[in-house]
């Protein structure tokens, strides 16, 4: 075992953990002919609960209103059954493990409130910057990579450049 | 069985929503949390180098995907020309991948793992996840202000085999290095600067490793694999004949051999629309395609992404203004010149021994495998299977 002992505690082998999010990938392939993502349900979860909210907005927006448009049902989406099916069994895993726990994980130098705040603007700018990218890490990065796209290693490569370029400035919410 | 069972008509559709939970979510969800990924810290160590199991879980991920892909293609159990295959967008994707990895540093999450830990109770996912709900609905509400450069930098389906002019056995020989050599000099670097590894690699590993690799790399040399592509997208042209997608607002009229090349890379894309009569139709029309009038189309919503090809009889006006519409409105849309009646040579007939040799191989090569996407499936033995709907028509 790595460093993951203080981490999570009977945490996998890397390279196991790999092998089984690769083969889970090429059971999506071979079963319904698409990739695993994450990001393709969450806009449609977006898009239909700001529809809810906001009706106007959302029909009038160039963006979400194909989500939205009458006869579509956005939360109707393959995404969406495996979504639930990631839930189940994060959660089943968690279970199993004793990892069940109402908590929020931070660094040992930052507050509750602090580390929320930077939760929250960080999950912004990945919800945004998703878009541009037409996928986040699951949807774009490992399954844009396995299909040997040039654009999800750009993707790949980017953000982990971004993510090494932007430590140094919230390392006191983590070291 | 012939894959993906869910588009070879194997498997009905509501078992196909069923597999999306149980077993693909459910495993994907399993093991991204027992990597460890539903802690935040865990994933943000990275970019610390103090802890660089994600990109060895992405690499190696990425390593087993794609010999699955590839080697299920190979084998003939998986028709690669049906699997939904990523676009490239260049300068968005590089410029989102910047962002998205500096909301990663500070968030400690992306979406999926985000999603994962939300479900064992982590409030910093959940508060993050409310984040990534705010910052989609940002993009798509002032989704104007930077809709050109969403847009730009198109490639279309665009490989890393294109990019290195390799085949694709050499290319997944260099993924696979690259992925091992990543993998181990990070993990050299996490110990360089915090010492903390507690599993040196053992000789037998090392052993396997090279072993792996020496036979990976026999393999790349042994397998045929210079022709699974029907057409390599060699920066923009092949034998004089600019690729629709070099610049997609270029060209709003293709040729019937484009229009095949175009729903061949987005296969899962691209909506195909008949705009002549309903009886016309009847008589034949292209795999997949709907029949409406040119006003219909012009007015038709599409999810962003969309393509969309549409033919006339022949060579008809209204067509062309229709495709410039939809352009106006953001849709990649294409008109094809000639009509029906262009298409019916390439793809509603035998192809003849004059077609053939105006194309030359190479291109023959190509317009066989559009022809398994675009030539309409025949029909079993006696009775027609379409509904009944489109036969009363005048």
């Known amino acids: ?175 | 069985m012939m894959g993906p069972l869910a588009k070879t008509g194997e498997i009905p559709q509501t078992l196909d929503l069923w597999l999306a939970v149980f077993p693909i979510g459910f495993l994907f969800g399993y093991f991204v949390q027992r990597s460890g990924f539903t802690d935040a810290r865990k994933i943000a160590a990275v970019f610390y180098l103090k802890d660089v199991d994600v990109p060895v879980v992405m690499l190696t991920a990425i390593v087993v995907g794609m010999l699955g892909l590839f080697g299920l293609s190979l084998l003939g159990l998986l028709d690669f020309s049906r699997v939904y295959l990523l676009p490239t967008y260049l300068g968005p994707m590089a410029v989102g991948g910047l962002l998205f990895g500096a909301g990663m540093a500070m968030g400690g999450f992306c979406p999926g793992t985000s999603v994962a830990a939300v479900v064992t109770g982590k409030l910093d996912a959940l508060v993050f996840l409310i984040g990534v709900f705010l910052g989609t609905l940002v993009f798509g509400d002032f989704y104007p202000l930077w809709k050109d450069f969403y847009l730009s930098g198109y490639q279309g389906v665009y490989r890393l085999t294109d990019l290195l002019h390799l085949g694709l056995a050499p290319t997944m020989l260099l993924v696979i290095l690259f992925t091992v050599g990543v993998s181990m000099g990070l993990r050299r670097l996490q110990q360089h600067f915090w010492h903390n590894v507690e599993r040196k690699p053992s000789p037998r590993g090392r052993a396997l490793t090279a072993a792996a690799l020496a036979s990976a790399a026999v393999a790349a040399f042994l397998i045929p694999t210079q022709a699974f592509f029907a057409v390599e997208n060699t920066a923009g042209s092949m034998g004089g004949w600019t690729m629709p997608w070099a610049d997609p607002f270029e060209k709003v009229m293709l040729d019937p051999l484009a229009a095949g090349e175009v729903v061949y890379r987005h296969s899962d894309r691209t909506r195909c629309f008949d705009l002549r009569s309903p009886s016309e139709f009847e008589q034949g029309h292209l795999r997949d395609a709907r029949n409406m009038t040119a006003s219909e189309l012009a007015e038709k919503t599409f999810l962003p992404g969309t393509v969309v090809l549409a033919y006339a009889q022949n060579d008809d006006p209204s067509l062309r203004s229709t495709v410039k519409a939809l352009r106006q409105r953001g849709v990649r849309a294409f008109g094809v010149e000639g009509g029906f009646q262009a298409l019916k040579p390439y793809y509603m007939e035998p192809i003849t021994g004059p077609l053939e040799k105006s194309l030359g191989g190479e291109r023959v090569a190509a317009l066989r495998s559009y022809r398994a996407l675009m030539a309409p499936t025949q029909p079993a033995a006696a009775p027609q299977p379409d509904p009944p709907a489109g036969r009363q028509a005048p």
């Open chain 1, 1 to 175: 075992m790595t460093e993951s002992k203080g981490i999570c505690a009977p945490c996998w082998q890397p390279v196991l953990a790999g092998i089984g999010i690769g083969i889970t990938m090429v059971l999506a392939f071979y079963l319904a002919g698409r990739g695993i993502g994450v990001t393709g349900a969450t806009t449609a979860m977006a898009a239909s609960l700001q529809h809810w909210l906001l009706p106007r907005l959302t029909e009038s927006s160039a963006y979400l209103s194909a989500y939205v448009a009458p006869g579509t049902n956005p939360l109707g989406g393959w995404l969406m059954y495996q979504l639930a099916g990631l839930l189940a069994g994060s959660f089943v895993a968690a279970l199993a493990t004793g990892h069940l726990r109402l908590e929020v994980l931070r660094g040992p130098n930052i507050g509750v409130p602090a580390r929320l705040a930077l939760a929250f603007s960080g999950g912004v700018l990945v919800g945004f910057a998703a878009r541009f990218a037409r996928g986040c890490t699951s949807g774009e990065a490992l399954v844009g990579g396995a299909q040997l796209s040039v654009g999800a290693w750009i993707f790949m490569i980017c953000v982990f450049a971004g993510g090494f370029a932007t430590a140094w400035f919230v390392r006191r919410e983590w070291l």
